[in-house]
């Protein structure tokens, strides 16, 4: 049967060749692509930002290298894709082994990490405000699972679908975290990159799930701005400065709502909420809404719990809590 669609596949990718359709090409080459070995390579910029110039510094089977930040990556990486195989039985980024590359030292002082949509990017920020974006894995977790997103329901990064992407990424960084050091619910912090800023700074990390909008206030940024309840939905303009419609500030919403599941479940978040959500993301879509996924997280649970289930109860509770009734 793969041999068939190989076949027909391949068929399909001369034509395309021959017709000069490059995104049909770029498709069909994804999906002929023979699944991936998962294995993690990390290559470090020396502050470039032009990513085909950065050096190779370790790969799957080589052993610790002097560079932390290079370690750090890898390490982090080797737990996320751990987490994704044991609890979702999902293989790497796309479900089948796609390989794990990340880029440290990336630019000067660079205050981010991001995903672009191949390969995970770190900077070392500036060493005033911020520390190097490797130091947390909860932040290495939230850019790994920017894959995991586009891979699954691609929700569109902007306005309430760009607000789930990034709450997906924040709870899924938070979930790995927890994994990692075997903390509950009722244990974890909930803080989102509690590491990535000096000691020097006045923060508790760059986002609070327990409680948005409360991860700072200083004179440097002012009050943390995440809103915990659609009331204080913030409705930004769709452009970069905007945040795209404040996709990593309406995060907050769903962000609480999956604190108050884990919360209101126990136990551990990975366990049934963790479930739900990841299998709510599955069936979710590029445009998925909050009201829309709100819905599907109930339905989810009470396909995987049962109708009424205390997991099912906890889920309508959460959402009720931020406004979102189901
Ligand atoms: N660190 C940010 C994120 O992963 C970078 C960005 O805005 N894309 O959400
Ligand atoms: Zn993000
Ligand atoms: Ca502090």
């Known amino acids: 049967n793969a041999e068939i669609r190989d076949a027909a ?94 880029y440290v030292h990336r630019g000067d002082r660079y205050n981010n990490a991001f995903w672009d949509g191949q390969e995970m990017v770190f900077g070392d920020g500036d060493g005033q405000i911020f ?47 927890q994994w990692h050091l075997g903390q509950s619910a009722d244990q974890a912090d909930w803080l989102i990159g509690p590491e990535v800023f000096t000691p020097g700074i006045d923060a508790d990390a760059l986002r609070s799930m327990k409680a948005p909008g409360t991860a700072f206030d200083n004179k440097l940024f002012g009050k943390d701005p995440q809103p915990d309840h659609m009331e204080r939905y913030m409705d930004l303009p769709d452009t970069e400065e905007g ?37 709510s993301l599955k069936a979710s879509t590029a445009t998925t809404q909050f009201q829309e996924f709100a819905d599907r997280t109930h339905a989810k649970a009470g396909e995987l719990y049962g109708a009424g289930s205390a997991e099912q109860q906890a889920v309508a509770a959460a959402w009720d809590e931020v406004g979102l009734r189901i």
């Open 243 to 279: 945040d795209y419609g404040g996709v990593h500030l309406n995060s907050g919403i769903p962000n609480k709502a999956f604190y108050l599941v884990a919360t209101g479940i126990g136990g551990n978040s990975w366990e049934a909420p963790g479930h739900i959500w990841y299998e």
């Open 131 to 177: 520390s190097d974006f490797t130091g947390s894995l909860d932040v290495i977790a939230h850019e790994l699972a920017h894959g995991v997103t586009e891979h699954t329901a691609n929700l569109e990064y902007r306005t309430q679908s760009g607000a789930l992407n990034e709450s997906c990424s924040d709870v899924a960084g938070s979930m790995v975290k």
């Open 9 to 102: 596949l391949g068929t399909l990718l001369t034509t395309a060749r021959l017709r000069g359709q490059r995104e049909v090409r770029g498709l069909i080459a994804r999906a002929v692509a023979a699944p991936g070995d998962g294995r993690r390579t990390v290559f470090d910029c020396a502050h470039g930002t032009f990513l085909p110039f950065a050096t190779l510094a370790r790969s799957e089977d080589d052993a610790p290298v002097a560079d932390e930040s290079v370690n750090r990556a890898f390490d982090g990486f080797g737990v996320t894709r751990g987490f994704y195989r044991e609890i979702f039985e999902r293989d790497s980024i796309d479900g089948r082994g796609m390989r794990l590359q990340g």
